[in-house]
């Protein structure tokens, strides 16, 4: 172990144009390292500096702090003495000081989620040689003012009391803007930013004990210490549980010289992206600000401005301000730093053309001259990253596979939401204007803070700004409204990487937190009151808007089309209705996977006569009652057959248990009795007779077909003289009828029978016939395990793996929401394996059960249709068995066939 220590590199270092990393070592450098290095590597003008890696996290996870600074020290001090070397400045001296910033860096972005400190390094001493050095007081003063706020939040844990604190060094700042009259941070004097250096340092010391740390060095080890705590903060653990990433990958840490924006109106700093991150508009575009800091940008407490002309007039347009004031006033950067602009628009340029992806950049100009501080491909609507890949396809800079491999599948769901519809549009009122900062359509009761956005099903977070602890609130409300910020501030970034509408910097809104009000010109709204966001338009308008189905054209009709050229495994859907069936049609399903018989049951018509079918206490009265409902049954399936117009139909027979079906209310119960003329004592026996100690391994499935024959049989003839009917129309249908919870040979006979003596006799009725399939539905373990026998009658397999999951681990699924959350959080399972299919283990029924049935039957069709059918890396694993479909809900077709897609590549690769 020793000796692994020794050979194993902790720190690797970037800068003056080589680095000892590169792009692809994400995984040990994170995103950010590996990017750095890479761009240093190219000639980029990138800060000198470090990485310590993703596996120093997980060792600090394990080994504590002592020990792993023991771990890094060494290297640590010889990567620091490197950056002095190249800046030419020595870190913690006072005449010459090097001062440097700390950022936190997973293999994938997490904007906002984990912590980063700036201007460490400055201490009383420092300062005023920084001061000296630079010939600006105020800089020197500010950047100080600025480290205390960052190190005390990010390291010692200063952070508001309560949701209707502000943060305790803002709330400092408020009052000295009050006592001193003025509005921005820029009109701070000296004496103001050493008063409020000196104030910062005293609420320290109150609230935790213990002086500000004074020694650069003890800054530098608890901020490292900080980075990697951030990793497993709840903001991160949220994020990570959000977006499925597992919590053992850990953060890098980088350690990179501090270049300043705020040393006059020569300095400033912004963040741009290389097309437009929310409708993937192939236009450079981003926001600065000057004599400014990176946060100042994100944290949305200044309005920043446009930093290409074409941006600003846009910008100006919806802000309603004349050309005039616009120049005088918010000028671009083109504009107003040409020479700068025109660099940074050939290193946009460079960078798209190197990575072959959208880039989202961050820069700072220093007194005239421009650093690049980071990129990485952008975070991007679902609208965007579509758009993006069809044109980095059509300009060459990507192939048909890579634009396949660049859809991130599940984000594909935010195009197949409803839409404001046009003419409810124009009836619309409007109440104020903001920025589009993520497009799509939102209507919903206003909450103004994130912990209290599950008060209402459709839920507006109406916030000043937003900060990374309002994620979860963000994730569930939906749509973002924010009073301040720009296109690039941290609520319009994370709303374009969840897909939710948002809206930022609409300065006309004025909220007050305690009062849980939002007034505009005059008009107060309160919480609970209903408004819309027109993500497209920035337009916040009052009241409900009515929304329409969406229109699937366009670059996603192409990318469609291209993911059904690579795809070589069919996408069916779930449906139970002609309605449902039409959806999924026109998404691109190519036939139906699973259709749920029982959901037809359950409509107000059906149900008092599935009812009297349940209470009848004969196979006559039965039989009369089953008679009522075949009608209903076979128009349900004339209706799905014609709309799947030719595709195969795979119909699942009966399968919850009875008890599903009767009333358990007592007005229910008493109005069911008088119905069928008979006592409520037996409605009540019934009800109480069919009551099960675990139903879902109870009565129901095949064993209800096989104890009441005559349920199999009424369904069985409803398909096929539905399938006949349709035939005299010049339809054509593929019936497949699924038998369900099969666990051993000789039940799947015993169905088997019934549907095929029907089936002749129905033949025999109609002088013609049809085609069609008996099959079944493997979810019980034991199906797996026997499925070489049951192959032997079955025509097809079709993986139920809801069951086959519940079964396989033991877990109810109505009751696993206990404690499935705790095992997530504390690494006991690293996904729902309701929702991601465990192939370690469920997977290798499913792999042995396709196995062994082909083995019998080398021909069998083999399917999923489980909820997994429609998930990504679930769907890749069927392709790599074989299987010939898998199946999910209507709207998740999409996603489907890209994965299918994406899972062929992949295997060819």
């Known amino acids: 172990m020793e000796i692994m220590e020794e050979v194993r590199k902790r720190v690797y270092r970037f800068g003056d144009k080589s680095a000892d990393g590169n792009s692809t070592m994400r995984n040990l450098l994170g995103g950010k390292g590996a990017n750095l290095a890479e761009m240093s590597a190219i000639g980029i003008p990138v800060p000198p500096g470090f990485t310590i890696t993703t596996e120093v996290c997980t060792e600090y996870n394990e080994l504590g702090e002592e020990e792993t600074l023991k771990l890094i020290e060494k290297d640590t001090e010889q990567a620091i003495a490197n950056i002095e070397k190249i800046m030419g400045a020595e870190f913690g001296n006072p005449k010459n000081p090097l001062l440097i910033s700390v950022r936190s860096g997973a293999r994938v972005s997490m904007p906002g989620m984990m912590d980063t400190v700036l201007n460490l390094g400055l201490n009383d001493e420092v300062v005023k040689g920084l001061a000296a050095k630079t010939r600006n007081d105020r800089f020197a003063w500010d950047s100080y003012r600025r480290f205390i706020q960052m190190y005390g939040g990010v390291v010692l844990g200063m952070k508001p009391e309560s949701k209707d604190d502000i943060d305790p060094f803002e709330e400092i700042m408020e009052h000295l803007k009050e006592k001193r009259e003025i509005e921005l941070d820029t009109q701070f004097t000296v004496q103001d930013l050493k008063d409020l250096v000196y104030d910062f340092k005293d609420i320290i010391k109150k609230r935790t004990g213990t002086n500000f740390p004074t020694d650069p060095w003890q800054q530098l080890w608890g901020a490292i210490i900080a980075v990697f705590n951030s990793w497993n903060g709840d903001r991160a653990l949220y994020y990570r549980k959000m977006h499925g990433y597992p919590g053992d990958w850990g953060t890098a840490v980088n350690v990179q010289a501090m270049v300043y924006g705020n040393m006059g ?54 802000a309603k301000i004349n050309e005039n004031e616009r120049l005088v006033s918010y000028p671009s950067l083109e504009e107003l730093m040409p020479t700068i602009y025109k660099e940074l628009h050939n290193y946009q340029e460079i960078l798209e053309k190197h990575y072959r992806d959208m880039q989202d950049m961050e820069f700072t100009i220093q007194e005239g001259k421009l650093w690049i501080l980071q990129t990485r491909n952008g975070k991007r609507t679902g609208a965007a990253m579509v758009k993006i890949a069809m044109d980095l396809l059509k300009e060459g ?71 990374p602890e309002d994620l979860e609130g963000m994730n569930i409300a939906k749509g973002i409204l924010t009073a301040r910020g720009g296109m690039t501030s941290h609520a ?22 305690k009062r849980r009000t939002l007034t505009v010109d005059g008009k107060v709204y309160h919480e609970g009151d209903w408004i819309s966001l027109n993500g497209s338009t920035g337009n916040i308008i009052e009241g409900k808007v009515a929304t329409s189905e969406p229109e699937l054209s366009g670059e996603f009709g192409e990318i469609m089309k291209l993911a059904d050229k690579y795809g070589a495994m069919e996408v069916r859907t779930n449906a139970d209705s002609p309605k449902d069936a039409k959806v999924a049609r026109k998404f691109g399903a190519q036939g ?32 009369h009652a089953l008679e009522d409902l075949l009608p209903m049954q076979r128009k349900d399936f004339e209706g799905i057959f014609e709309a799947m117009d030719g595709h195969p139909v795979t119909i699942r027979l009966l399968d919850p248990p009875l008890h599903e079906f009767v009333p358990h209310q007592l007005a229910t119960q008493k109005e069911l009795a008088e119905d069928m003329h008979i006592s409520l004592l037996a409605v009540k026996n019934k009800v109480a007779e069919l009551q099960e100690f675990n139903p879902m391994l109870g009565h129901r499935g095949c064993r209800l077909g096989n104890t009441y024959p005559e349920i199999t049989e009424m369904q069985t003839r409803a398909i096929i003289e539905a399938a006949l009917n349709i035939k005299e129309k010049g339809i054509v249908s593929k019936p497949e009828i699924m038998i369900p919870l099969v666990g051993t040979l000789n039940e799947f006979m015993e169905q088997e029978k019934v549907i095929k003596e029907t089936a002749k006799k129905v033949f025999e009725e109609y002088g013609d ?45 109505d009751d696993a929401g206990k404690f499935l959350p705790i095992y997530l959080e504390k690494g006991i399972l690293t996904a729902d394996p309701f929702e991601v299919l465990d192939q370690k283990g469920v997977g290798q029924l499913v792999k042995m059960g396709t196995e062994r ?27 790599t068995l074989g299987m010939n479909y898998v199946s999910c809900s209507p709207f998740r077709v999409p996603i489907a066939r890209i994965s299918v897609a994406q899972a062929a590549i992949k295997a060819d690769n």
Not at 769 to 780: A, P, Q, S
């Open 265 to 318: 109106d020569s300095s400033g700093t912004g963040v741009c992206f290389t097309r437009d991150a929310g409708t993937g508009e192939n236009v450079f575009n981003g926001e600065y600000l000057i004599n400014a800091q990176g946060e100042d940008v994100v944290a949305g407490v200044r309005t920043p401005r446009q930093i290409t002309t074409l941006g600003s007039k846009r910008w100006a347009e919806l």
């Open 397 to 467: 800079l990507i192939d048909e596979k890579e634009a396949l491999l660049s859809i991130e599948p599940n984000k594909l769901d935010e195009l197949l939401h409803p839409v404001f519809d046009q003419k409810a549009l124009k009836r619309a009122h409007v109440i104020a204007q903001g920025l589009p900062a993520s497009p799509g359509a939102a209507t919903g009761q206003i909450v103004f803070f994130a912990d209290e956005a599950h008060k209402f099903r459709h839920s507006i977070l109406t916030r000043i700004e937003t900060s």
């Open 492 to 513: 319009a970034v994370v709303a374009r990487g969840m897909g939710k509408c948002c809206i930022s910097g609409a300065g006309a809104l004025k909220i007050s937190y």
């Open 592 to 623: 139906i996977g699973l259709a749920r018989t029982e959901h037809m049951f359950f409509e107000v018509d059906r149900i008092k006569t599935m009812r009297e079918m349940i209470l009848a206490d004969t196979v006559k009265g039965r039989k």
């Open 769 to 813: 016939t049809i085609d069609y399939l008996v099959g079944t539905m493997i979810e019980v373990p034991r199906a797996a395990l026997m499925a070489d026998s049951i192959a032997e009658r079955a025509d097809f397999f079709s993986f139920g793996t809801n069951d086959l999951t519940q079964m396989a681990f033991g877990y109810s699924r």
């Open 853 to 879: 049935g082909r083995n019998t039957k080398p021909d069998l069709k083999v399917g999923i249709c489980g909820e997994h059918g429609g998930e990504p890396s679930s769907v890749e694993f069927c392709y």
